[in-house]
């Protein structure tokens, strides 16, 4: 069985600051990993995600994560934090061959302070 | 462009009122899915259409059942909504492959149940 687990349910930073929310998962088969971001009233929005291949995935809006199979983690990181990135993230998890169901973590709410 | 729709994007209703939540896509997806996202909470998935197959999750309640009419429409029925529905639902879809399911969202409806 696959799990997610974000850890901090609030981040708070300034604007400019590095941004960094963590994510650890667990699963007994090679995972597909994936960051979302939702708005306040509005659906969730792919910001990156890690299939195969290269470990540092690049997103939009300047995030990027980075896969690290043996520390099970996939950390999102932003450099320098924007206004407009204050919403909710959520890291997820599925693996091939399922039935395609999102494994999601609880959440973490981003602060970006003037 | 090619999206997911819900209609309405904000709906009440009253105690044991029967409502209906629409989600429509232009993607031409084979799976649909129906989450559950009450506040300050990460999406729970009620069920998925895999085509015109009906998969439903274990501790989905009686209480929401839906329909697939056909590939681009999906509609989620809560027959007698409690207080405890009240919540945003989120739609999404995605399309089966040899890899992961993506699956993108539509922008959810929010339900108030007075």
């Known amino acids: 069985a696959q799990s997610v687990t974000q850890l901090g349910s609030h981040v708070s930073v300034s604007e400019g600051a590095l941004v960094l929310l963590r994510c650890n998962y667990s699963s007994s088969v090679p995972p597909y990993l994936f960051w979302y971001v939702q708005y306040p009233n509005q659906g969730l929005q792919l910001l990156l995600k890690y299939t195969t291949g290269a470990t540092l995935v690049k997103g939009i809006n300047g995030f990027e994560a980075e896969f690290k199979k043996s520390e099970t983690s996939f950390h999102l990181t932003k450099p320098s934090a924007h206004m407009s990135d204050a919403a909710e993230y959520f890291c997820a998890v599925t693996v091939l061959g399922g039935t395609g169901k999102l494994i999601f973590g609880q959440g973490t709410t981003l602060q970006v302070k003037p | 462009d090619a999206m997911v729709i819900q209609n309405p994007r904000y709906q009440v209703t009253q105690f044991g009122k029967p409502v209906t939540l629409s989600c429509s896509q232009t993607l031409n997806h084979n799976v649909m899915y129906w989450y559950q996202q009450k506040s300050s909470q990460a999406p729970k998935l009620l069920f998925h259409y895999y085509d015109k197959d009906f998969n439903n999750e274990a501790d989905t309640p009686d209480n929401f059942q839906s329909r697939r009419p056909n590939t681009s429409f999906c509609f989620l029925d809560i027959r007698s909504p409690g207080l405890g529905d009240a919540a945003m639902y989120l739609c999404?879809?995605?399309?089966?492959?040899?890899?992961?399911?993506?699956?993108?969202f539509g922008p959810g409806t929010r339900l108030t149940v007075l």
């Open positions: 999404a879809t995605s399309i089966e492959g040899p890899t992961y399911n993506e699956q993108f």
